[in-house]
């Protein structure tokens, strides 16, 4: 049952027990306009390696999730056309040999059975503005309650109902670090004027804390990392966009998980760009961060 495919370089920094930090694919291929979305894949392998860590990009190619796309299978999955693959529709698409991109829910999921144990990506998913009128909440939420992998990311999307998101977060036990911050961050700002469960400013005593939960078996631990100051959008320009975007979305009755794609496209035009500038500031800082936490992430302890 090949299911998985492991990349060499992967599977060998995993047995000699070499740090290694896993990478999503949504964002390439719904998250970021082409050609952005494979090049800044690539800017994020290339963070990655420099803070001392192997990167694991993952996605589905020919009905087999790959851990560790190498460029040129990276450059087929970006392609028009691939699925955005979360826990609800991977398995039909790994059935029917299909190509799609494995957003946070999905990748937690994949990084987990690799035996990966640090993941980075921009912004998780939440719950929606309007929750109670058309209950859309992110897979990611529960994904990080239940799978064992730290999640590196500037908060949730901005665009999201961020504090219901950060309700949803305590109610499934997911610890939320601030990096440098007692704030959860809000993507393309620094504080979302809610609070992260704890503040560490070394990664090694963040590692040391995730690695505490795992060792008494919880699921994930996110990690809020704020995007760095000179690339924060004005506090102004990002709430006439996002009222924006969400009236556009709103007028042409866009539904489920065309929604945060959408959303992302629609600030892009009304920012003229900025929001994409910011969105791979952020994404660089989170690669960064990840593989130090990665490196200083201590063993399993055998229970
Ligand atoms: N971070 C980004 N850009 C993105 C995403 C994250 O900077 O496009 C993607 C992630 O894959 C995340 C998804 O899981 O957006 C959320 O989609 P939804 O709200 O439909 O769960
Ligand atoms: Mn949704």
Redesign the pocket.
Known sequence: MNRVRIAPRVAGALAAGRPVVAL?T??VT???PAPEGVDTAQALESEVRESGAEPATIGVLAGAVVVGLEADELAALAEPGAI?L?LSNLAAALARGERGST???A?AWCAARAGIRVFA?????GVHRGYAEHGDA???LEALARFPVVVV?AGA?AVLDLPRTREVLETLGVPVYGFGTDAWPAFYRRDSGLRADARFDDPAALAHAAAAHFDLGGGGVLVGNPIPAEHELPADVEREAIAAALAQAASAGVAG?D???FL?ERLRVVTGGRSVTA?VA??RNNARLAGRIAAALPPPRPE
């Open positions: 999503e949504t964002l719904h998250g970021l955005k979360n957003t946070v829910a990748t990506t921009g912004g998780i998913g992110s897979a990611d990311s999307k998980r929604v945060t794609p992302l969105n952020l994404l």
